[in-house]
């Protein structure tokens, strides 16, 4: 079982490109999210989906877009990089329902310059 | 909203036991989860209370009191190896989850 998968794990962009993070999860989970993670901040919620065709704003959504293509995929992209978003990116997924444990990808470094 | 607040670094040595805080305020609690995160890697969940009181899995325990918006994680006979940062998390709804800023657990020998 791969679980969660994201991709690129690494990656430099100059500010002002483009590019999107990919996500797939194989558990079947109807809720999934996307986190940033910057020293002494924590998980930041950027956007999450609830399930298949719904998407929400989290905590820090600006200068993000997401799009919930299938139940097993969520992206996440980046339209103008700013040196701001040089950050870890996860991207998790969970079943729905209260008492459920959240699986992590092993996260995408992303550096603007 | 919500908001967690939890130390942002404990020490100790090995062998002993630590406690790891966590309070929070939300409008809309749906239990409170712990995660463990190694340098470099991905967080891994490691329990959840809905209900009040302890709930012990081996050598870590979590704790919660929904009145007083507060719990907590034991961890007992450190070893080294729980070298690692703890976050806490809050459930809101069936959807969201959000994360406190982490604890660095600093084991030393």
């Known amino acids: 079982n791969a679980g969660v998968t994201q991709t690129p794990k690494f990656q430099v962009l100059k500010t002002g490109q483009s590019m999107t993070l990919q996500c797939a999860q194989d558990m079947n989970h109807n809720s999934m999210y996307w986190y940033r993670q910057d020293p002494g901040m924590g998980l930041r919620l950027i956007y999450y989906s609830a399930s298949e065709g719904t998407t929400d704003k989290g905590e820090v959504p600006n200068g993000y877009n997401v799009s919930r293509l299938n139940k097993r995929e969520f992206s996440l992209r980046l339209e103008s990089a700013a040196p701001s978003q040089t950050s870890v990116y996860f991207c998790a997924s969970r079943e729905a329902g209260v008492n459920t444990e959240a699986f992590f990808g092993q996260g995408t470094r992303l550096t603007v310059v | 909203g919500q908001s967690l607040e939890q130390p942002s670094e404990v020490t100790a040595v090995e062998g002993a036991i630590v406690q790891i805080n966590c309070t929070y305020q939300?409008?809309?609690?749906?239990?409170l989860s712990w995660y463990q995160q190694h340098d470099g890697g991905a967080p891994t969940f490691l329990s959840y209370?809905?209900?009040?009181g302890l709930e012990e899995t081996g050598r870590f325990s979590s704790f919660l009191s929904r009145s007083d918006s507060y719990g907590y994680l034991l961890l007992q006979e450190l070893q080294m190896k729980d070298s690692a940062s703890y976050f806490c998390?809050?459930?809101?709804?069936?959807?969201?989850?959000?994360f406190g800023k982490g604890t660095m657990l600093l084991v030393s020998p």
């Open positions: 209370n809905g209900l009040d």
């Open positions: 939300t409008s809309g609690f749906y239990g």
């Open positions: 998390a809050v459930g809101e709804g069936y959807s969201t989850l959000t």
